[in-house]
């Protein structure tokens, strides 16, 4: 499994950065903007996969883990740069963990919120990509 990763653009200054997503930055249309905070330590977060659904992770603020599972790998990231986008692309299993203090996930994603998309169990998800 390769960990697919977006360099997003940004402008630099020291009195502030701003990261830009836009046009073909994103390797589809954004149909859903979420973002997961307040996350007490020690929290598991994901723990699903998504039969279509594609999504770009990004931590705009502090830290978290992230596992991904095909099937065959399993691979860890940590994400804790505000320029970077995880790319999760459907068929793979993903867990959330670590979260440091006062971190914000970024969610964009390719499709409206569909609780009949996800796979919420490892069992089925592995029926499901066999
Ligand atoms: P879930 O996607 O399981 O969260 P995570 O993967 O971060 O642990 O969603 C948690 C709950 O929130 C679940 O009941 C569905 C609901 N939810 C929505 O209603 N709309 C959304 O866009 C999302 C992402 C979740």
Same mark, same amino acid.
Request: hydrophobic content about 35%; overall charge positive.
């Given at each position: 499994?390769?960990?697919?990763w977006? +360099? *997003? =653009?940004?402008?630099? /200054?020291? %009195?502030?950065?701003?990261?830009?997503?836009?046009? +073909?930055?994103? =390797?589809?249309? @954004?149909?859903? @903007?979420?973002?997961?905070?307040?996350? #007490?330590? &020690?929290?598991?977060?994901?723990?699903?996969?998504?039969?279509?659904?594609?999504?770009?992770?990004?931590? @705009?603020? &502090?830290?978290f +883990?992230?596992?991904?599972? $095909?099937?065959?790998?399993?691979?860890?990231?940590?994400? $804790?740069? =505000?320029?970077?986008? !995880?790319?999760?692309?459907? /068929?793979?299993?993903?867990?959330?963990? /670590?979260?440091?203090?006062?971190?914000?996930?970024?969610? !964009?994603a390719?499709? #409206?919120?569909?609780e009949t998309?996800? *796979?919420?169990?490892? %069992?089925?998800?592995?029926?499901?990509?066999?």
């Open positions: 499994m390769i960990i697919d977006i +360099d *997003i =653009p940004k402008v630099k /200054n020291p %009195k502030g950065n701003i990261a830009i997503l836009e046009g +073909d930055t994103l =390797p589809f249309e @954004v149909r859903r @903007v979420y973002y997961l905070y307040d996350v #007490p330590s &020690g929290a598991r977060r994901g723990g699903h996969a998504h039969k279509t659904l594609q999504q770009v992770l990004i931590a @705009v603020s &502090g830290s +883990d992230v596992v991904l599972k $095909n099937g065959k790998t399993t691979q860890r990231i940590t994400l $804790n740069r =505000p320029d970077k986008g !995880l790319i999760i692309s459907h /068929n793979t299993w993903r867990e959330l963990e /670590n979260f440091s203090s006062g971190a914000v996930c970024l969610v !964009l390719s499709e #409206p919120y569909d998309e996800y *796979i919420r169990s490892y %069992k089925e998800f592995l029926k499901f990509i066999s």
